[in-house]
């Protein structure tokens, strides 16, 4: 055995010439020489996901070179087994690594190992469930994507991108899997962390030199999901560990959510070759919420928070008046809903607009009905004046009618003081008209891009 042990010693060496020092002391160090038959050659690692990932990268060159050590090897076989002081240098190595103090410590006690069953993924949150996922026309498909993941046991695309803004449900869907997939499977090994969280355990892995044991306990889940991947833009050691991560659980048919504030095409100073995995599934973007999705999320908002009688204007109002993310839209409920509780005062308008003043104050434009007719005259290619004039062709009369609709919506102007400003009409014809296009809106949907599109650009000129 003896004589075995040195072309064992020769042959890591060449292996380790071969793939470099890197990926031999991650992957290929802990082997362990088991046994030498009469074609085979038997060698051990501690965990499984070792064997499988060295078996099916490794084992056919391993045999190779042991082939010149002893003529007649055909085949390597890597089996489970933890190793023994006998073992020699694979053992110490493998001992070294899991033991040794981090690069200028100056303490000559061993560094505790983590246990390899520690939590290494961060804490859902119990609201982030599909239950409570308010689903519109801007995230409809981002949704249906995630719910796919979720309920099958077959990858149907991997890994899944989901891509927006901040605060548009990107994290609210990958924790709906998660509960989704351990509610259906507890068996299931799902992994939930964000990827600066990654980056932390990957660094403090390679500080204590404990990188096998961070390999194993990342890559032996089967659902992995990762939250802002584009804060590992630059990082190139990270993202490096995460191509390999990818790399080997989709090669274990293992599924991989990842969501980032941008598309891959779009990160800069991403690895080209983890870009194009990235992009390699299926992805699918999460757009800025509509105002009736922002309307429905109120509501929804409202019932969790016991104050599902708020007048309806007021969340009317929050709906129109924030309009950049859902985060800020339910910070701004909770605080109208604490303020009502604690002094006992009705929710209304006013006291809305009062609690709110310093977040809305930011936010304000003043937007005027001259503005806004000269949007909508803009929109629809007729002459601002003809707002005001008597014609009736209906390529007027519609945008006449948008644009007082808008008047009521965006402005605090009555419904008299419009009607003046559309060539001294009564309040009644405001009024119809403003019926008359949410009527119109409830049946046309061009005419509702149209509005939103409206009331974006004129709450926001530079857009």
């Given at each position: 055995m003896r004589e075995m042990r040195d072309a064992w010693a020769r042959v890591r060496e060449r292996l380790r010439a071969e793939v470099g020092e890197a990926t031999f002391a991650s992957w290929l160090a802990p082997l362990i020489l088991v046994d030498v038959d009469d074609d085979q050659v038997t060698l051990g690692v501690a965990t499984r996901f070792l064997r499988d990932w060295i078996t099916s990268r490794y084992a056919h060159r391993i045999a190779a070179l042991w082939a010149l050590e002893r003529e007649g090897i055909r085949s390597a076989s890597i089996v489970?087994?933890?190793p023994r002081p006998e073992d020699g240098e694979s053992a110490a190595a493998t001992a070294d690594a899991a033991t040794a103090p981090p690069p200028g410590d100056g303490r000559p006690a061993a560094r505790a190992r983590e246990p390899a069953s520690a939590e290494l993924g961060s804490p859902l949150n119990g609201r982030f469930t599909f239950r409570d996922f308010v689903v519109g026309?801007?995230?409809e498909f981002a949704h249906a994507l995630a719910q796919q993941v979720a309920g099958v046991d077959r990858l149907p695309f991997n890994p899944l991108y989901l891509y927006g803004g901040v605060g548009l449900g990107k994290t609210h869907l990958l924790h709906a899997i998660a509960w989704c997939i351990r509610g259906r499977e507890p068996a299931r090994r799902v992994l939930y962390l964000s990827a600066e969280k990654f980056m932390?355990?990957?660094?403090?892995?390679v500080r204590h030199k404990d990188t096998v044991a961070f390999k194993e306990r990342i890559r032996s889940v089967d659902v992995l999901l990762i939250d802002d991947i584009q804060f590992i833009c630059d990082k190139g050691r990270t993202q490096e560990e995460f191509l390999h991560t990818l790399d080997a659980l989709i090669d274990h048919r293992c599924q991989v959510v990842v969501s980032s504030d941008r598309s891959p095409a779009h990160l800069e100073g991403m690895d080209e070759r983890l870009r194009s995995r990235l992009a390699g599934g299926l992805a699918a973007?999460?757009?800025?919420?509509?105002?009736?999705?922002?309307?429905?999320?109120l509501r929804a908002k409202a019932g969790l928070l016991g104050?599902?009688?708020?007048p309806l204007e007021v969340l009317e109002f929050l709906a129109r008046k924030i309009t950049s993310n859902v985060r800020e839209l339910e910070m701004a409920l909770n605080r109208v809903a604490a303020h009502a509780a604690l002094l006992g005062d009705a929710i209304t308008l006013p006291t809305t607009q009062a609690v709110l003043r310093d977040v809305l104050g930011a936010k304000e434009r003043p937007i005027t009905i001259e503005d806004i007719q000269r949007r909508v005259a803009q929109h629809y290619d007729i002459k601002v004046a003809e707002m005001s004039s008597s014609r009736r062709a209906q390529a007027v009369v519609?945008?006449?009618?948008?644009?007082?609709?808008?008047a009521k919506q965006l402005t605090t102007r009555s419904l008299p003081e419009i009607g003046r400003r559309f060539g001294k009409r009564d309040h009644t014809t405001v009024m119809?008209?403003?019926?008359?296009?949410?009527?119109?809106?409830a049946e046309d949907p061009g005419l509702d891009k149209d509005l939103e599109d409206l009331r974006r650009s004129l709450?926001?000129?530079?857009?």
């Open positions: 489970i087994r933890a026309e801007s995230n932390l355990h990957f660094v403090q892995a973007d999460v757009r800025p919420t509509s105002y009736d999705l922002r309307l429905g999320i104050i599902a009688d708020a519609r945008p006449r009618h948008v644009a007082m609709y808008l119809y008209a403003i019926g008359r296009i949410e009527k119109l809106r709450e926001d000129p530079g857009r």
